[in-house]
Every structure is written in structure tokens, then in C-alpha cells.
């Protein structure tokens, strides 16, 4: 692989974990404590109770996609030293998968409190409510799809490394 992308590529992981960061010490818990009191969406006072759980819930959302990050890294150094095609990446890519799970649960999670909790009985702002919901419907279906998609690229590589290791034989 060119030495100019991979560095590229690794300047954009670092930025997008940095970004990450960023977003769990100060972005999340202003933002939530923001859309729960008084924001340009409306005030969510039945959600006063909920403030720490949903802080919580966007911040292990956010470690997920970190964690993925991290598991790219490790596929890049892989890739660029030519130890693609071994069964420690297949670890890397299942560390993908679980975290695009995990924070796709979280977001389902979110979803179903949503659905139950808040839109039905939501006071003030109907339609902030729903864009919510909508939203995080939205996130489990790019969670599920992104996943799906990892374990299809996964199946991918599995036959990529025995095409590699017949041609190996055969050499």
C-alpha cells in the first residue's frame, strides 16, 4: 500500500479518535444536559431523571466507535506489513463487529426507552420527540447494516486466505 495513504489513513484514525474524545469529556454530557433542560428543541422535562443514563449511553456509543478505530489501526499496520491474510485478523475484524453490536445496541436500547417512555407521553414538543426517535431508529439501522457489512467482508477475507494458502501449496 502506498506509504502516503497509510499515513493519511492514520492521520484520519488519530483525528477521529481525538474527536471522540473530545465529544465524551465535554460535546456529550453539555448536549444532553442541554436537550433535557432548555434547548432550541424544547425542554424534555420527563427526561430530567434520565440525564446520567443517556451521558452514559452516548459515551459508550462513542468508546464503541473508538474501539473500531483502534481494531482499523491495527488492520492498517497489518495490511502494511503484508499480515493481512492471517487469522489474527479475523480478531481485528470481530472486535469490529462486536463494537458496531455493542453500539448498536446501545442505540436499540435508546430506541425502545424512547418508544415506551417518552414519545407516547411527550407533553410539549410532539414532533422533537418523534425527530428523536426517528434518529435513533436511524442509528440501529446503520449499526445492523455496518455490521452485516463487516461480516461479509470478513467472510471475504476467510476465502481470500485459503485462496492464498492454496497458491501457497501449489508454489
Known amino acids: 500500500m502506498n506509504k502516503f495513504f497509510t499515513l493519511m489513513l492514520r492521520l484520519a484514525l488519530a483525528a477521529a479518535f ?3 474524545l473530545f465529544g465524551q469529556v465535554v460535546v456529550v ?4 444536559l442541554e436537550a433535557v433542560t432548555d434547548s432550541f428543541w424544547g425542554s424534555y422535562n420527563e427526561l430530567h ?3 446520567v443514563a443517556y451521558t452514559v449511553v452516548a459515551i459508550l456509543g462513542i468508546a464503541c466507535v473508538q474501539v473500531a478505530l483502534f481494531a482499523l489501526w491495527r488492520l492498517l499496520s497489518m495490511i502494511q506489513n503484508g499480515a493481512i491474510f492471517s487469522d489474527r485478523a479475523f480478531r481485528w475484524l470481530d472486535t ?3 463494537a458496531a453490536l455493542g453500539a448498536t445496541l446501545l442505540a436499540f436500547g435508546v430506541t425502545v426507552h424512547l418508544t415506551f417512555d417518552v414519545v407516547p407521553y ?5 414532533m422533537s420527540a418523534l425527530s ?3 434518529g435513533a431508529i436511524i442509528c440501529v439501522g446503520l ?5 452485516m457489512l463487516m461480516v461479509i467482508m470478513r467472510g471475504l ?3 481470500a486466505t485459503e485462496l492464498k494458502s492454496e497458491m501457497a501449496e501449489v508454489i
Open 122 to 126: 411527550s407533553r410539549e414538543d410532539t
Open 157 to 159: 477475507l476467510r476465502k
Open 143 to 147: 449499526g445492523l447494516s455496518f455490521a
Open 18 to 20: 481525538l474527536v471522540g
Open 132 to 134: 428523536v426517535w426517528g
Open 96 to 98: 469490529i463487529i462486536g
Open 29 to 32: 454530557p453539555n448536549a444532553v
Open 49 to 51: 431523571p434520565y440525564v
